[in-house]
């Protein structure tokens, strides 16, 4: 079973060369190479470093790994090597100039597609975990293929955290909003009934290790909001002396803010009666509906606490995501199996920004929860952790030297991440200050006893 997925060479070709035109999209067609080669925050890497990673990364895997193919440019593997360089070091590194990555990664995909052309992708997808073994697992329904295209989007979404933190002109362009239906949801909160759902996936060719294995989890009654948190709810918070109201904070949250003199989300600024935000070199004034952004964990966490709610569990965000009560089944997105298009979703960076409170309707579960996918990632409550049976693969420095040391989960993707690298079990982390990511929440609560 593969959710429905194409797993063609035909279609791995095409995600390849679209995961590459957004990278030079956002690289090398946007900006000069002063500015690809400065360090816009230390908190980023200078983007020719992406740039180049992306490639190198594609060569291991692709060429090394998979084909078996004799090694590039092994001399330039330290220099990409997330681990051992911390960002705010990257920039006294060697790196190749813009051309030279330029010329290397395009070295790199004329290889991969070679090999493409000899590689069987006819085996099926385990039942269980991969065998972390060798190749052999690594070709299973194209999974490295798929492992590689993430990778690639993934770096892209962060690069364009990395051009929202950057000071200049604007140069990345936007299609103007769709015309779509814009119907909100009836309903402030939907009711998530009590019991077993199927959490994680077996058997989806493009789920990465930390998504495996499917385990059943039953859990309580809950109420979920059905909407993220928007802009004018979360000044509200503001509003109501939020920031400076110690009891909404955890203790490590109110000594980050008194650290950090945190008044709004990330990018705010105060503009008469009202606020302003800046968004890729604009400045704009706030838009009350789209859902909050640019807001970390800790901001979140005391949201809820003042609004008398809580940040769900991870659990309980994927079982509200992708579980019909109908069925009992847990589908691959809130919509059912079928890959999501604009009508279900704000992805793959169509616009720089979240969309409108109910304007996907369509996307929206079983349960009638909108926006689970797109527009905003959404902290939840969860330390990231491994999933009872949990293996590794294909490597260990992709999910597991990251469990339990402090990572929150977030869920559902922006509308930064494209298609191809979200579903309802994708599973994101980062650390609890982090706010120049695209992330946003929506709150639960305990339901009533019956």
């Known amino acids: 079973m593969n959710n429905g997925q194409d797993i063609s060479k035909e279609r791995i070709a095409a995600e390849l060369d679209h995961s590459r035109r957004r990278s030079l999209g956002l690289t090398l067609d946007a900006l000069d190479d002063e500015e690809l080669l400065a360090q816009h925050s230390p ?7 992406d740039l180049a990673h992306i490639g190198n990364y594609e060569e291991q895997w692709l060429l090394r790994a998979a084909a078996g193919r004799e090694a590039l440019r092994p001399d330039i593997d330290h220099l990409y090597d997330a681990f051992e360089n911390p960002r705010a070091e990257r920039p006294g590194l060697p790196l190749l100039r813009p051309q030279e990555a330029r010329d290397y990664n395009e070295r790199v995909r004329r290889e991969v597609l070679d090999a493409l052309d000899g590689v069987d992708l006819t085996v099926p997808a385990p039942r269980r975990p991969h065998d972390p073994a060798g190749p052999p697992g690594l070709l299973d329904a194209g999974f490295v293929y798929h492992m590689v295209i993430q990778h690639e989007h993934q770096h892209d979404e962060t690069m364009l955290a990395t051009h929202q933190l950057r000071r200049g002109a604007p140069v990345l362009l936007e299609e103007a909003p769709a015309v779509a239906p814009l119907r909100p949801p009836a309903e402030a909160e939907a009711l998530v009934p009590a019991g077993p759902f199927t959490m994680g996936t077996d058997d989806d060719p493009w789920a990465y290790d930390n998504e495996k294995p499917a385990v059943t989890v039953d859990l309580p009654a809950y109420l979920i909001d059905t909407a993220p948190v928007t802009n004018a709810a979360y000044r509200e918070f503001m509003e109501d002396g939020g920031y400076q109201t ?6 490590d949250g109110w000594e980050w803010k008194e650290k950090r003199g945190a008044l709004a989300p990330a990018f705010w600024e105060r503009e008469g009666g009202g606020w302003s935000r800046r968004r890729f070199g604009r400045r704009e004034l706030v838009p009350p509906d789209e859902p909050v952004q640019h807001v970390n964990f800790h901001e979140a966490q005391a949201y809820a606490k003042w609004a008398g709610k809580r940040l769900p569990t991870e659990a309980e965000w994927e079982k509200a995501a992708r579980f019909d009560p109908a069925t009992g089944r847990s589908h691959r997105h809130p919509w059912g199996d079928a890959e999501p298009t604009a009508r279900h979703a704000n992805l793959g960076q ?17 349960l009638g929860v909108h926006q689970l996918i797109g527009d905003v990632w959404e902290w939840t409550s969860t330390t990231f952790h491994g999933y009872p049976g949990f293996r590794a693969f294909p490597y260990r420095e992709y999910s597991e030297v990251f469990f339990d040391s402090g990572y929150k989960v977030l869920r559902g993707g922006s509308w930064a991440t494209h298609p191809t690298a979200v579903r309802s079990t994708f599973r994101n982390w980062d650390l609890p200050i982090r706010r120049q990511i ?13």
Do not use: K
């Open 43 to 49: 908190l980023m890497s200078p983007l020719v470093w």
């Open 246 to 251: 110690r009891r909404w904070w955890s203790r």
């Open 350 to 366: 169509r616009r720089l920004g979240p969309a409108t409170v109910g304007r996907h309707p369509d996307g929206a579960s079983p």
């Open 438 to 450: 695209f992330s946003g929440f929506r709150c639960a609560r305990d339901a009533e006893p019956a």
